[in-house]
């Protein structure tokens, strides 16, 4: 009886959230940052290019700064910022003798300070940057909304439509270039649709933790597949059931959203290693794996 009465409650209480429009916003969110990240981090994982991806998501922060001073969207700025940072380091490590890891060491220091510097220039009441260090599902407008589903629009087009070239290109660069396939073209396409899956969940999850949403559940979902196209789809039901329990846990906690649902993702890859610890002694990963 106690039970159904709890269940009852909880009921209730979703239902009561799902009357807000901040909390639909965020479902919302949540669901197109599943696709889109889902998509795009197994990429990033497949590439090895978490550190890449955290150079160009620490260097936004100077695009968001110069928005702030020039009185234009930061998330703008962001944009710009985070396209030229990562054709900068691909460019820096491919034609000069720098380091491709120096490469993003330095424009992720420039992109921190300049931020710092000009948001310290910019007159008036110093804005509140703690949504966009940490960020916050439950602050998500419509106009970020509308620009998520854009990216998760053209994200879903270009992988079904080039995913054969992309799949060659993330496991075997040289065999694709063997092949005639435009390798640099598609890497700097993929660095673009990166960058933009980066600023655009700055909103969800922040500079600070929105890798984490293009890393853990893609890297928790390789513990069980390696086809690329099973990470993806297993990746997005991890990233989504995250966040969404993240969310109404973050809500009963009284907790910053995006913090509990990285936590969350964190708990799901332990969750899977110790799946994955009990598979192996039972000699059931390798059937699995092969699946």
Same mark, same amino acid.
């Given at each position: 009886?106690?039970?159904?009465?709890?269940?009852?409650?909880?009921?209730?209480?979703?239902?009561?959230?799902?009357?807000?429009?901040?909390?639909?916003?965020?479902?919302?969110?949540?669901?197109?940052?599943?696709?889109?990240?889902?998509?795009?981090?197994?990429?990033?994982?497949?590439?090895?290019?978490?550190?890449?991806?955290?150079?160009?998501? &620490?260097?936004?922060?100077? #695009? %968001?700064?110069?928005?702030?001073?020039?009185?234009?969207? !930061?998330?703008?700025? *962001?944009? +710009? $910022?985070?396209?030229?940072?990562?054709?900068?380091?691909?460019?820096?490590?491919?034609?000069?003798?720098?380091?491709?890891?120096?490469?993003?060491?330095?424009?992720?220091?420039?992109?921190?300070?300049?931020?710092?510097?000009?948001?310290?220039?910019?007159?008036?009441?110093?804005?509140?940057?703690?949504?966009?260090?940490?960020?916050?599902?439950?602050?998500?407008?419509?106009?970020?909304?509308?620009?998520?589903?854009?990216?998760?629009?053209?994200?879903?087009?270009?992988?079904?439509?080039?995913?054969?070239?992309?799949?060659?290109?993330?496991?075997?660069?040289?065999?694709?270039?063997?092949?005639?396939?435009?390798?640099?073209?598609?890497?700097?396409?993929?660095?673009?649709?990166?960058?933009?899956?980066?600023?655009? &969940?700055?909103?969800?999850? #922040? %500079?600070?933790?929105?890798?984490?949403?293009?890393?853990? !559940?893609?890297?928790? *979902?390789? +513990? $069980?597949?390696?086809?690329?196209?099973?990470?993806?789809?297993?990746?997005?039901?991890?990233?989504?059931?995250?966040?969404?329990?993240?969310?109404?846990?973050?809500?009963?906690?009284?907790?910053?959203?995006?913090?509990?649902?990285?936590?969350?993702?964190?708990?799901?890859?332990?969750?899977?290693?110790?799946?994955?610890?009990?598979?192996?002694?039972?000699?059931?990963?390798?059937?699995?794996?092969?699946?």
């Amino acid at each position: 009886m106690t039970m159904f009465i709890t269940t009852t409650a909880m009921n209730d209480t979703i239902l009561q959230l799902l009357s807000y429009d901040f909390f639909r916003n965020a479902l919302l969110a949540a669901l197109l940052s599943s696709i889109t990240c889902g998509i795009i981090g197994s990429y990033i994982v497949a590439r090895r290019m978490v550190f890449i991806s955290g150079g160009i998501t &620490h260097a936004s922060f100077g #695009g %968001i700064g110069i928005g702030y001073f020039l009185g234009m969207n !930061p998330i703008v700025g *962001a944009v +710009i $910022f985070s396209l030229l940072s990562a054709f900068g380091i691909r460019l820096a490590s491919q034609r000069t003798d720098i380091r491709e890891d120096s490469a993003i060491g330095i424009l992720w220091s420039l992109g921190m300070a300049l931020g710092i510097i000009f948001i310290f220039l910019t007159p008036g009441y110093a804005p509140n940057l703690m949504n966009y260090l940490f960020g916050s599902v439950l602050t998500v407008s419509d106009t970020d909304l509308w620009m998520m589903l854009a990216l998760t629009i053209l994200t879903i087009a270009f992988f079904s439509i080039f995913y054969h070239t992309i799949l060659f290109i993330s496991f075997d660069e040289e065999y694709a270039r063997s092949h005639k396939a435009p390798v640099e073209l598609f890497n700097y396409i993929l660095l673009a649709l990166v960058a933009l899956a980066i600023v655009l &969940h700055i909103r969800v999850a #922040g %500079i600070i933790l929105v890798i984490s949403y293009l890393t853990i !559940p893609q890297t928790t *979902a390789n +513990i $069980f597949y390696s086809d690329l196209r099973r990470i993806i789809f297993l990746s997005i039901a991890i990233s989504l059931l995250g966040s969404i329990a993240g969310l109404l846990i973050s809500y009963y906690l009284n907790l910053p959203s995006g913090a509990t649902i990285i936590f969350v993702f964190v708990l799901c890859f332990a969750l899977a290693k110790a799946v994955r610890s009990v598979m192996i002694k039972a000699g059931l990963r390798k059937s699995v794996q092969n699946k």
